[in-house]
C-alpha cells in the first residue's frame, strides 16, 4: 500500500470566480484543519481573465497549503478536475467547485463515510438555483441515469470524496466530469450518496445554461452508455478478482 505524506487533497477548478476565492480559502482551511492531520488545497486556473490567476498566486504565497497551477487557456471543467487529479498527493481526493455553492464544512459528512467505500457523493439538499437550473439538472440527471441504468441521484453535485487510486484510474475525456460515479463503478469501486447543503451564488456568474448543460450532457451520455456496453470484463480461471 503506497505510503501517501497528506491525508486530504482538497481540489476546485477556477475560471474568473476572483471574489469567491479568498472566502472559499478560508472556509477550506477552517473546516478540515481540525479533521485530518495533513492537507493540500490544489487550485487548477483553467484561463481566467478577471484578476482570479494574479489572486490565486497570492493566495499559495499567503497560505503554505494552497497550490496553484495555471492553464494557458480555457480548456474547461473536465480538463482542470484532470489536471489536479494528477496533481494531488493526498490519500483522500475532495471536489468541489470555486463558486461556493457547496460547503466545505461539509467534507467532514462525507469523510465519516469514505473508509466504507471507495467515492462518497454530495447530494445537494434544498436546492438555491434558479427554476431553469433546477429543471435543466433534474431533466439532465433523469436522461443520464436512464440511459446508463444508473441511480445516482445528484450526479452533478461538486462535492465528492475519493480515495486517491480512484482519480489516478480515471482516463478522462472532456465532459467526464459529469460521470465521475458512473465511470468509479465501471472500474469496480463502490459508491455512496451523502446529504449535503446548497447554497445561492453570492458572487460571479454561472459557467452553464440549458444549452451546455442539456445538449453537451446528452452527447457525453451517449459515450458513457457506449463505453459501459463495450466494457471488457473477463476472469482468470484460478483467480479470485
Not at 51 to 70: I, P, R, T
Not at 204 to 215: Q, V
Request: net charge negative; with cysteine; charged share 30%.
Amino acid at each position: 500500500m503506497k505510503d501517501y505524506q497528506v491525508e486530504l487533497s482538497v481540489v476546485a477548478p477556477v475560471y474568473n470566480e476572483y471574489g469567491n476565492l479568498v472566502p472559499l480559502t478560508k472556509k477550506i482551511i477552517e473546516a478540515i484543519s481540525n479533521e485530518v492531520e495533513s492537507f493540500e488545497i490544489i487550485y487548477i486556473d483553467d484561463g481566467s481573465v478577471d484578476g482570479s490567476s494574479d489572486l490565486l498566486d497570492q493566495l499559495a504565497v499567503e497560505y503554505e497549503v494552497v497550490k496553484v497551477y495555471h492553464f494557458t487557456e480555457n480548456n474547461g471543467q473536465t480538463a482542470a478536475f484532470a489536471a489536479a487529479f494528477d496533481k494531488a498527493e493526498g490519500r483522500l481526493v475532495a471536489t468541489l467547485d470555486a463558486d461556493l455553492q457547496v460547503d466545505p464544512a461539509d467534507i467532514s459528512k462525507l469523510l465519516t463515510k469514505i473508509e466504507e467505500y471507495d467515492l462518497v457523493c454530495g447530494v445537494r439538499v434544498d436546492r438555491e438555483d434558479t427554476i431553469i437550473k433546477k429543471i435543466s439538472s433534474k431533466v439532465g440527471n433523469g436522461v443520464r441515469n436512464w440511459l446508463t441504468a444508473e441511480e445516482i441521484v445528484d450526479t452533478g453535485c461538486p462535492l465528492k470524496l475519493f480515495r486517491n487510486e480512484v482519480v489516478k484510474d480515471y482516463n478522462l475525456f472532456e465532459g467526464m466530469h459529469r460521470f465521475f460515479p458512473t465511470l468509479a463503478k465501471m472500474k469496480g469501486y463502490s459508491v455512496v450518496e451523502v446529504p449535503v447543503n446548497h447554497y445561492p451564488r453570492h458572487e460571479g456568474k454561472s459557467k452553464y445554461g440549458i444549452s451546455n448543460r442539456l445538449w453537451a450532457g446528452l452527447k457525453d451520455t451517449l459515450a458513457v452508455r457506449w463505453m459501459q456496453r463495450r466494457q471488457i470484463n473477463y476472469q482468470i480461471k484460478g483467480e479470485d478478482n
